[in-house]
């Protein structure tokens, strides 16, 4: 879905960023309107990578877009200790302001806040370092297709040297493209392809010789709506350079690995009211 969070803007969108359909213009209604949405998801993914290790995860948000083009939000997901050491919860913050160039074209430019209380590195016996994000990004979308490009102000979900890295990350930047091709009122198809750029890599391989941990990602579902308010959504997604993210180890445990790329499939029930 690409909504306010297009993250999964929604985000999701967790999922925003791989359910593919169009944000609201909020510039093209008459007053500011409130909107809210809860998901059930198998697996909580974020551009092409498992935020709740392979589980489900609960999510939901809230989005108010005024008539003068101006917009903001929150979204939250439950995630997984294991990529999250002391988290339990993810809280997103963001806003944006846009505008429609005509009928088909639109833009919209914004910030975003990746916030997860509790995580810390030190959970797992590293440096200090929390996991809270904070991009800049910009959309441009046609009809209900979207091209947009996220830029990170602070490090990326806390690489840095101290964890790691040649140096810190920010600069990490993502650039997806995503739309819905409606089949009838009630099906509709949705595509995804994005690529996450690294700032920086590794200061020494991991276990299968990768430094770079940058990548693209793809997704393909099928969306259908129960009725006015609940939408069933199936995705299969691929994320490469499994030499990177194959052997993924848990901060909890680090002989517990799980490749939290590769190719995944998803359902979730949504809701919006």
């Not at 791989?18 to 909020?26: D, E, F, K, S, Y």
């Not at 998801?41 to 995860?57: E, H, M, N, V």
């Not at 493209?177 to 020494?204: C, Q, R, V």
């Amino acid at each position: 879905m690409l909504n306010m969070r297009m993250h999964h803007i929604v985000a999701t969108v967790g999922l925003a960023a791989i359910l593919g359909t169009t944000p609201a213009r909020a510039d093209d209604t008459q007053a500011t309107a409130v909107t809210g949405n809860v998901e059930l998801t198998s697996d909580y993914i974020f551009r092409g990578l498992t935020q709740s290790w392979g589980k489900p995860a609960v999510q939901g948000g809230a989005d108010l877009a005024a008539a003068n083009g101006f917009a903001a939000g929150v979204w939250g997901s439950s995630i997984s200790e294991h990529s999250y050491p002391g988290g339990a919860v993810e809280l997103d913050l963001y806003g944006s302001y846009g505008r429609s160039i005509n009928a088909d074209w639109s833009w919209r430019a914004g910030l975003y806040g990746y916030f997860y209380p509790g995580a810390n590195f030190d959970h797992a016996g590293l440096p200090a370092r929390a996991l809270n994000t904070g991009e800049a990004n910009l959309a441009l979308s046609w009809k209900q297709w979207a091209l947009k490009y996220s830029y990170a102000l602070t490090d990326y979900f806390g690489a840095d040297r101290e964890e790691g890295y040649r140096g810190n990350s920010k600069g990490t930047s993502y650039l997806m493209l995503e739309g819905a091709i409606p089949l009838d009122p009630k099906w509709s198809l949705t595509l995804h392809l994005g690529y996450t750029f690294y700032s920086t890599g590794l200061a020494a391989p991991n276990a299968d010789g990768a430094r770079d941990p940058s990548y693209a990602d793809i997704g393909v579902g099928a969306k259908y709506a129960i009725n006015a308010h609940w939408t069933l959504l199936g995705v299969v997604t691929h994320a490469t350079n499994d030499r990177f993210y194959r052997h993924t180890a848990s901060f909890q445990d680090a002989a517990d690995t799980l490749n939290v790329g590769g190719t995944n499939g998803l359902v979730m029930l949504q809701g919006s009211f």
